[in-house]
């Protein structure tokens, strides 16, 4: 008898796309190849493709420890133009006579080797960075190549950093702070004279339209950020009557991150537009309307026109924003500014991919075909046994039928049970009941396939979702994709190879980490989300690896040392045409050791070692071990201070 879904005989790779909604959530950078391999077209307008499962396998021949992070750079690179390049259409369309300056937010993702792609992808458009701390300025003010590139400093400021603000500008760099609250005019301008530089800066002004999704709080008036209306008014008669009215140049807002309702944006720049359209009439020389971040990622997959997640693509956002301006500005006849966005996640998402490797999976327990029947002595058992011979003989079943056939299978598993703590059942015979329990429920579950699950009754979804298997990956929810533990972020994640075979599993993925959050059962699908993934039956000796995508934003930085699982490792990719199999790795970033995660907690090798020794050679004392065996032992013991945090398959060579 086998547990499988119903098997097709074919089973094409755009099958795997629409199942996996490849198209969606990877718009025109991932594909499926003909070998049935998740693929990865990194150069917008290019078509070479790199085979992710190939450089998964080649990564594993060199022996880099999984799960490892790889970053498709040029990936990265055609975000940003793709960015630049829909301001520039919209801009053209709209005949708006200014241009478009974006800035990288680098909270987002501030590796170094990010950023610095981000900023020479950016040099044509002149892309510059924001920074919203202390740590953050450190690192971006000396990466702004020329006097133009745009440094905006948003975030609580103190002295310290209000001070490099200034030395920026000092400097004739373009760096720009943007006052967040009222009382920062107190910081900035008496460090200001100090220096003798006459200020530049902007303000952050709280819209009344909030952001929408699981961001929305970081915009609107609730906002824990930016000057209300009433204190911009207070701030310029302030500013003039100091005399550095002239420093205010730029206006600004944020929404929150991951906009899920263009109408939402559109309000709010309508809103900051007509307030740069009063100031300028009032003699202000704002030079800039920043409109923030929170262009959305579709991590849902969703249509355009579904429910779930954004509701717009990147050039109906630019549209907005451009077009949105214009009219108030036309209408209010002042000049057209200098427009400003802070996307971060939108560029950076895509760029890279997870990938963990399968190391187990746990089904439920089936009866065998070799059930003997004389094996069954319990009257109720038997029954069961009926009920399992009624769901598989070859006659057409109704959905009626089928409940009728699992609920009276529920019942004398419970019937069983009871038995069973009066003592009135065997442990073997109750084995043998929960086995037929199974058998029944994943044959009434093989005869619904082809039903509408929406129709099905709700004990039988119920049944089904427990029916699915556990697959168990080598990784952990909280280091690596902290956003679907913390506010419910569903993910992409699909396997990277076998796509021209049909899936025949139904599984939830579970990691490493021993806390029961650390699994993953909501995944991308047309109705917002559902509680398994389509996987293969798993092959004995064969690497099966899934990839979590659009994991590039945010989810590196916010990575939780739970169970002090560390960073994984980091590997670089390019593509190459010249290259064997079109890609050439240009770095390896190790993931965290034992020791280095231990550190961070205050653990060092040092310590642990005498305290180890102590142990060890009591019990030589003791005579339970040899002397010689108990150096064998703390060897081994000391050499796991150097070894990766997860699982090392390489391992018993
Ligand atoms: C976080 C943040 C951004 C980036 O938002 P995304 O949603 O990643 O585009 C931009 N501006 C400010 C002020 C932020 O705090």
Redesign the pocket.
């Known amino acids: 008898m086998t547990k499988e879904l119903t098997k097709e005989d074919v089973w094409t790779i755009e099958e795997a796309e629409n199942l996996y909604r490849v198209k969606l959530w990877g718009e025109s950078y991932f594909y499926v190849n003909e070998q049935g391999h998740l693929s990865v077209r990194p150069i917008l307008g290019d078509p070479i493709g790199i085979d992710v499962f190939r450089v998964a396998q080649d990564l594993k021949q060199q022996k880099i420890q999984f799960p490892l992070l790889i970053r498709f750079q040029d990936l990265l690179r055609s975000r940003v133009s793709e960015l630049n390049n829909a301001f520039r259409r919209a801009i053209e369309e709209a005949e708006y006579r200014n241009v478009y300056v974006g800035v990288y ?1 680098i ?2 993702n501030q590796l170094h080797e990010v950023v610095q792609e981000i900023l020479e992808a950016g040099r044509p458009f002149s892309f510059g960075l ?1 920074c ?1 701390s202390k740590a953050e300025l450190v690192a971006a003010l000396p990466h702004l190549e020329d006097d133009r590139t745009l440094l ?1 400093c ?2 609580y400021k103190d002295w310290t950093m209000m001070r490099l603000m200034l030395i920026g500008q000092l400097l004739g760099k373009n760096v720009i702070p ?1 006052l967040e609250k009222y009382s920062e005019i107190q910081l900035m301008l008496p460090l200001a004279s100090e220096l003798g530089v006459r200020p530049k800066f902007g303000v ?1 002004v709280r819209v009344s339209v909030a952001g929408s999704g699981k ?1 929305a709080a ?1 915009g609107g008036d609730a906002s824990k ?1 930016g000057i209300t209306i009433s204190e911009l008014v207070n701030m310029i008669d302030e500013l003039t009557a100091r005399g550095v009215a002239d420093g205010f140049k730029l206006l ?1 807002f ?1 929404l ?4 899920l309702d263009i109408q939402n944006l559109k309000q709010a720049v309508k809103e900051i537009a007509r307030i740069y359209a009063t100031l300028r009439k009032r003699g202000l020389d704002i030079e800039y309307v920043d409109v ?5 990622v579709n991590y849902e997959a969703g249509e355009v026109t579904s429910p779930h997640g954004i509701n717009y693509t990147l050039q109906e956002y630019t549209n907005a924003v451009v077009y949105t301006v214009k009219e108030v500005c036309d209408a209010e006849k002042v000049s057209h500014p200098i427009l400003v ?8 998402a895509h760029h890279s991919v997870l990938i963990v490797e399968v190391m187990a999976s746990h089904r439920r327990d089936a009866v065998q075909d070799s059930l003997a029947p004389e094996k069954i002595d319990n009257p109720v058992v038997q029954e069961l046994a009926k009920l399992l011979a009624f769901v598989t003989d070859k006659r057409r079943k109704s959905v009626p039928i089928l409940l009728e056939t699992f609920h009276d299978a529920a019942e004398k598993r419970q019937e069983v049970s009871l038995l069973f703590e009066l003592g009135y059942c065997t442990l073997d015979q109750k084995a043998i009941a929960e086995k037929l329990y199974w058998s029944v429920c994943i044959n009434v579950n093989r005869m619904l396939q082809r039903r509408n699950p929406e129709l099905l009754p709700k004990d039988l979804m119920a049944m089904r979702e427990q029916l699915t298997d556990q697959y168990l990956c080598d990784f952990s929810v909280f280091q690596s994709i902290q956003d679907y533990w913390s506010v419910g972020q569903v993910f992409p994640i699909m396997p990277l190879q076998r796509l021209n075979e049909q899936p025949t599993r139904l599984a939830t993925l579970v990691d490493l980490t021993c806390d029961s959050d650390g699994k993953v059962d909501k995944f991308i699908a047309p109705t917002g989300a559902k509680n398994a993934l389509e996987l293969h039956r798993l092959v004995e000796g064969e690497p099966y690896y899934l990839g979590i995508f659009l994991v590039g ?2 989810q590196d930085i916010l990575g939780d040392i739970h169970n002090l699982f560390g960073r994984v490792t980091e590997v670089h990719v390019y593509a190459d045409a010249e290259e064997r199999d079109n890609y050439f790795v240009e770095k390896v970033i190790k993931g965290t050791t034992v020791q280095e995660i231990l550190a961070v907690v205050q653990y060092f090798p040092n310590d642990l070692q005498r305290r180890m020794e102590q142990v060890i050679q009591q019990k030589v004392k003791e005579g339970l071990i040899r002397p010689k065996v108990g150096v064998q032992l703390l060897d081994q013991y000391s050499k796991a201070f150097h070894e990766y945090t997860y699982l090392d398959s390489n391992d018993g060579a």
Do not use: C, D, M
């Not at 929150?256 to 906009?259: A, L, M, P, R, V």
């Not at 923030?292 to 959305?296: N, P, Q, R």
């Not at 966005?341 to 950076?348: I, Q």
């Open positions: 937010p909270k987002v924001e919203g905006i948003n975030g943007i952050r961001w970081s950020f600004h944020h929150g991150s991951q906009i923030g971040g929170g262009l959305g966005s802070e996307s971060g996640r939108a560029l950076t934003a945010y």
